[in-house]
């Protein structure tokens, strides 16, 4: 008999669960609170363990196509232009970036037509004897499953896991915009400038347009100016080019101003037949470029072991078991690359660090197996044309 699942939130994470779960032939709805199914926000990049994943999904020659090879890991500069490492022409990059709207087409169109619903606000869940039901705005749903793919303030979380504490701000923010330039002018085909107390990030992307993000410290959270775009530009007004050039290139309003948060570890992502994916289990700080890339490699690990078990129950405990040792590691490395990298007192050690660091140490490693998180290798999900 064909299983089914529902995933609440259409997000990355959600919508890799469904094309993972198309593959090993279950059925599935997502239900998005959204009324519009877009990735808002600006860029990001995916690094080898997350193209593969997206490679097991089916998608990766897509999202290649999709995305631009970023140089960000290998063009370190300072405020005033220096570079304390420079990728040479020709080198290899492991990252690719993409506008954040372009890697979700490629899941939304891999996912079966008709899954989606949108307007679809999940508000209550119960577990009966072998299935499990999910009240949203337009009435109720039962499945065997229940997938929380609902982000950072996941409503499937509070109502299972009611005593999980809410994210934790982490005294950083951002800002985030995309501006129409020609990705192979000096200067953009990726680098961090790192300065006292934040750093900025600029990421190549599709159809001549730039990624930027300036992540510095905030003493409290839900600071807003006035004007955004002008106060992004004050911070680094004395920074080389093209920094200012970029944030003057972007539209007033596509500038986004965001506080960091991440969550603290749960003591599991399983809860009788619902589990949690993403963000919703495990938001991390973007210093790793790993959130979204987690959420992938979730997805392809949780329809593996669907598919490798006849008992959901022990299926979802060997995905638990799995990823939440990785995630929470990753989150835990990448809450602290995110102080150190926006402390003003580490910041000159850092410098000095990478400065005195051989050339061809700091490429190694940028390798595509350079660093442990990338080397992840995904389970393999069973062909549709072996599947029975
Ligand atoms: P989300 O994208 O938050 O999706 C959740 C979805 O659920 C939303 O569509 C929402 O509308 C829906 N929803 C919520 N509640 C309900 C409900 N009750 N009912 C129905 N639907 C609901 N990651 C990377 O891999 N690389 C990067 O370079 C990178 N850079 C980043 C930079 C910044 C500044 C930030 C903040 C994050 C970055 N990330 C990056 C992390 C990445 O954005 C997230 O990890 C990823 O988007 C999470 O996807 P998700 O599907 O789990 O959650």
């Not at 499945?143 to 996941?154: E, M, T």
């Amino acid at each position: 008999m064909t299983r089914r699942a529902i995933v609440v939130g259409g997000g990355i994470g959600g919508l890799a669960t469904a094309v993972a779960l198309h593959r090993i032939g279950w059925q599935a709805v997502v239900l998005e609170r959204a009324a519009e199914l877009r990735e808002i926000g600006a860029g990001m990049s995916q690094a080898p363990n997350a193209m593969r994943a997206l490679d097991e999904l089916g998608v990766g020659e897509q999202a290649r196509a999709a995305g631009v090879p970023t140089y960000s890991a290998g063009n370190l500069r300072l405020p005033d232009g220096r570079y304390l490492q420079r990728a040479r022409p020709g080198d290899p990059t492991p990252l690719i970036a993409f506008h954040r709207a372009d890697l979700h087409r490629v899941l939304l169109e891999a996912v079966p037509a008709g899954w989606v619903r949108t307007s679809a606000e999940v508000t209550g869940i119960r577990h009966d004897q072998q299935t499990v039901t999910v009240a949203w705005s337009g009435g109720e749903a039962t499945a065997d499953l229940v997938i929380g793919a609902d982000g950072i303030r996941s409503t499937v979380r509070r109502l299972l896991w009611p005593d999980a504490p809410p994210p934790r701000f982490l005294g950083r923010t951002a800002w985030l915009g995309v501006a129409d330039a020609d990705a192979d002018a000096e200067g953009l085909s990726g680098s961090v400038t790192m300065g006292p107390g934040g750093y900025f990030l600029i990421h190549p992307l599709s159809r001549g347009r730039v990624y930027w993000a300036y992540v510095t410290t905030a003493d409290q959270p839900g600071i807003h100016y006035e004007a955004e775009k002008t106060e992004a530009a004050r911070r680094v007004a004395t920074w080389h080019q093209p920094i200012p050039a970029l944030i003057a290139a972007t539209p007033d309003e596509a500038v986004i101003h965001i506080d960091i948060c991440d969550l603290d570890p749960l003591p599991t992502y399983v809860h009788g037949r619902a589990a949690l994916l993403g963000d919703a289990a495990h938001a991390m700080s973007p210093d790793r470029g790993q959130g979204a890339g987690q959420s992938l490699e979730d997805s392809v690990v949780l329809a593996a072991a669907l598919a490798g078990e006849p008992a959901i129950e022990t299926a979802l405990h060997r995905y638990d078991a799995e990823r939440r040792p990785r995630t929470q590691a990753t989150a835990r490395g990448a809450r602290a690359d995110g102080g150190r990298t926006t402390s003003t007192t580490a910041y000159r050690a850092m410098v000095t660090m990478i400065r005195l660091m051989p050339a061809s140490l700091w490429r190694k490693g940028i390798t595509a197996d350079g660093n442990a998180t990338w080397r992840w290798q995904p389970p393999r999900l069973p062909s549709p044309t072996t599947r029975h």
